[in-house]
């Protein structure tokens, strides 16, 4: 290209003289040209370019309209409260699940199922989106978590928490209103309450006594401290040798001590194993005034346990009584206080006597095994006797000193004005 197009192409004036004395003789100079070649390469390409970023643009779009799909679609799953049914009907938060003749069994709408035992209490305390909580207030649950569950798990029983993972097969028993046994029989579960927090895992059994702090952790299998039913239900997980029927259960078998003699088996691992009318037959036969005398603290706390679970109300308060009065500096002593209110409670529907029961557990161990349960107990037999607008200071009170107690969901109720 001669010097004087170039000057020509870089003037835009000059350029377009160009074009326009060109125009009528068929010819373009070459410079004219060379310009329209470079800018029909130019546009070719801005085409192909424009045409893979609207394909790219276009990709994306689809992309992120199922990524925004699948985000609206797990919201609206997590939007939605858990709900669960009790042998196929209904239930509502905070309604006791006390089963008499037969086990109930609780379906959530997530695929959880919790089995509860014939002669157990257990209520659903809260159900969110994100959380369940159950209380077990006496007896056993067999629980079974479905698999891949978005709910976090957690059980109650008296001072303890048990919170089974995804996919975890277990059973939580609460006897006695001392002692907890969970048995893992598949998946994960963790265990707060005890000196320090537990990790346990399938074949696994741990049992905590609220009285004493004590805590053992062993492999699974069928003991002689555990109930029947539970023991049935680990006799179907874990093959075991059969016994025959003219064989001795091994709970039934004495235990021989150093000395050659045959030890009884105590009434607390009687208790424990729900063996309860053994033991006030065992305490009729040996004369309830000489036992209320003269026994030890642990047999005396076991006939209090054993009578008031099988109903012998009036034998219990004598003995929780007893405990009282020969053991002033107890644990036990203390605790029974909070029996006797639970008696008056639930049994005699005494109000003002299960107050002034409660008063007295919470002044002597504030910081007990008992104190969210007395609490709440409290506050809920207040809210009866006297209504709610009484109970609502408690209520505020409970929510600070207790804010995952069993009976926060009353007490977030109750303090609403």
């Not at 209904?90 to 699940?97: D, H, L, M, T, V």
């Amino acid at each position: 290209m001669m010097e004087s197009e170039k000057k020509m192409l870089t003037n835009p004036f000059a350029r377009l003289g160009l074009l326009a004395r060109s125009v009528g003789t068929g010819t373009v100079s070459r410079a004219v040209d060379a310009v329209g070649e470079r800018r029909a390469a130019e546009a070719f390409t801005n085409r192909n370019q424009a045409h893979g970023m609207k394909r790219f643009f276009g990709f994306s779009v689809v992309f992120a309209t199922a990524l925004t799909a699948l985000a609206v679609f797990t919201l609206q799953i997590a939007a939605h409260e858990v709900s669960w049914t009790v042998d196929g009907r209904a239930a509502r938060e905070g309604a006791y699940i006390s089963p008499v003749s037969q086990d109930a069994t609780v379906r959530f709408s997530e695929g959880t199922e919790f089995s509860v035992q014939q002669g157990s209490r257990l209520r659903v305390a809260e159900a969110g989106k994100k959380t369940v909580k159950a209380v077990l207030e006496v007896g056993a649950s067999r629980i079974r978590v479905a698999s891949g569950s978005p709910v976090s798990w957690k059980i109650d029983a008296g001072p303890f928490s048990v919170s089974p993972g995804a996919m975890a097969n277990l059973m939580v028993e609460w006897l006695a209103d001392e002692l907890l046994r969970v048995s893992i029989f598949e998946g994960e579960t963790s265990l707060l309450g005890t000196p320090s927090p537990l990790s346990l895992h399938a074949g696994q059994q741990v049992s905590a006594n609220a009285r004493d702090g004590s805590v053992e952790v062993r492999p699974l299998s069928p003991a002689p401290a555990m109930s029947s039913a539970a023991t049935a239900e680990i006799r179907n997980e874990l093959p075991a040798h059969p016994i025959s029927s003219d064989e001795p259960t091994p709970a039934a078998l004495p235990v021989p001590s150093s000395t050659g003699s045959v030890r009884r088996i105590s009434w607390s691992d009687s208790v424990a194993a729900g063996d309860y009318a053994v033991v006030v037959r065992e305490a009729e036969r040996r004369g309830i005034a000489q036992v209320l005398a003269d026994s030890t603290l642990s047999d005396l706390a076991a006939v209090a346990d054993a009578a008031r679970l099988s109903g012998r109300i009036e034998l219990s308060k004598r003995a929780l009584t007893a405990e009282r009065n020969r053991f002033v500096r107890s644990t036990a002593a203390r605790d029974a206080a909070f029996f006797l209110g639970r008696i008056a409670d639930d049994h005699e529907h005494a109000l003002a006597s299960a107050i002034g029961w409660y008063d007295t557990y919470l002044l002597e161990a504030p910081h007990g095994s008992f104190s969210a349960e007395a609490f709440g107990r409290k506050m809920v037999a207040i809210s009866k006797q006297s209504g709610r607008a009484a109970a609502q200071p408690l209520a505020t009170e409970y929510l600070k000193r207790f804010p995952n107690g069993p009976h926060a969901v009353v007490a977030r109720d109750l303090s609403i004005q």
